[in-house]
């Protein structure tokens, strides 16, 4: 079974702070995915990274920096946290299989709440 | 510019009878299509999938059909059971990495 874990559930942080959520898979994945969840918009894709230290910015990647240092390990940072940003993220892997449409695996997410 | 849409935002079904999900796209580029379900404080998890070679695919109690012509497809389950309650989300890929997701389907079975 695919694995996708989160480093938090929830998580509350002030406005101006730096925030770091992290994701890490155990299927040796080769794409990593952060999204954003949140009502009546379904889930968005903040980045993409195809492969370490490489990545793509998806449809809204203001606000948002994200590392890939380790294939395993995908981090999403807000580099100074808004009220705008509080939202539930989540983090999903998939191999890249050529020629091929790969299934998205998703962690539990991040609830993150910006006061 | 939303282009994949769930236009129901909530569903109640009786336990035992079918539940139906919609899903509408505009993009005649997508040719891969996935449904995923999604419990609160969880993250998606996939359902099931179809190429747009097909028009019909089954799983169990699930099956998804897919009608290119009106830009259409659609989440069968049958029988319901309270076990489905959860947010369904349809999602849209043109063979690339890149997945676009609807807004979400909310379906209650009643017991």
């Known amino acids: 079974d695919v694995k996708v874990t989160q480093s938090s559930r929830y998580l509350v942080k002030r406005t101006g702070e730096k925030v770091f959520l992290e994701c890490v898979q155990d299927m040796d994945h080769e794409n990593m995915f952060w999204y954003r969840q949140d009502p009546g918009l379904g889930l968005r894709l903040i980045y993409f990274?195809?492969?370490?230290?490489?990545?793509e910015k998806g449809d809204i990647p203001e606000g948002y920096s994200v590392s890939r240092e380790k294939k395993e390990r995908f981090s999403l940072i807000l580099e100074s946290a808004s009220t705008n940003q509080t939202s539930m993220y989540l983090c999903?892997?998939?191999?890249?299989?050529?020629?091929?449409?790969?299934?998205?695996?998703f962690g539990p997410g991040t609830r993150l709440t910006v006061l | 510019d939303q282009q994949v849409k769930q236009n129901s935002p909530s569903l109640s079904v009786q336990e035992g009878r079918i539940s139906i999900l919609n899903c509408d796209y505009t993009?005649?580029?997508?040719?891969?299509f996935l449904w995923y379900k999604k419990y609160p404080a969880e993250g998606p998890t996939f359902l099931i999938s179809i190429s747009s070679i097909k028009d019909k695919n089954e799983d169990g109690r699930f099956t998804v059909f897919l009608n290119k012509s009106a830009k259409h497809l659609s989440l069968h389950i049958v029988p319901s059971q309270p076990g489905d309650s959860a947010v369904y989300f349809c999602a849209a890929t043109s063979g690339t990495y890149k997945y676009i997701f609807g807004t979400g389907t909310r379906l209650k079975v009643l017991a």
């Open positions: 993009n005649s580029m997508f040719d891969y």
């Open positions: 990274s195809y492969d370490v230290k490489m990545k």
């Open positions: 999903a892997s998939s191999l890249a299989v050529q020629g091929a449409t790969d299934t998205q695996y």
